[in-house]
Nanobody
Framework: QVQLVESGGGLVQPGGSLRLSCITS????????MSWFRQTPGKERELVAT???????IYTDSVKGRFTISRDNAIDTVYLQMSSLKLEDTAVYYC????????????????????WGQGTQVTVSS
């Protein structure tokens, strides 16, 4: 069984930093693209960042220069380093496993993912 276990969410002040972790199991981690999505109440789940296999990265425009996605294939873990946080970054963040190592048309389609973490709350507040 595939499992994605997230940690690192919490309350931070604007301008602060936070690192989310997603420890995975139950599949050959290094073969698959991994993404972070986020969602706020009443809004659609939004792609934040993706790291492919091999290691290419993609970011939504609103987080470019502030967030960094990375992965450690030795311990089957993907990270999202978040800095210069803004109020608008407040959301539930989800780790997701793609069905493939890479996709030609992009990574925003929910149907291209087959496993999700439970979600971790990130709140940016002054």
């Amino acid at each position: 069984q595939v499992q994605l276990v997230e940690s690192g969410g919490g309350l931070v002040q604007p301008g602060g930093s936070l690192r989310l972790s997603c420890i995975t199991s139950g599949f050959l981690f290094k073969r698959y693209a991994m993404s972070w999505f986020r969602q706020t109440p009443g809004k659609e789940r939004e792609l934040v960042a993706t790291i492919t296999s091999p290691m290419r990265t993609i970011y939504t425009d609103s987080v470019k220069g502030r967030f960094t996605i990375s992965r450690d294939n030795a311990i089957d873990t993907v990270y999202l380093q978040m800095s210069s946080l803004k109020l608008e970054d407040t959301a539930v963040y989800y780790c997701a496993k793609a069905k493939y190592g890479s996709i030609n048309y992009g990574y925003a389609r929910l149907d291209d993912y087959d496993s999700w973490g439970q979600g971790t709350q990130v709140t940016v507040s002054s």
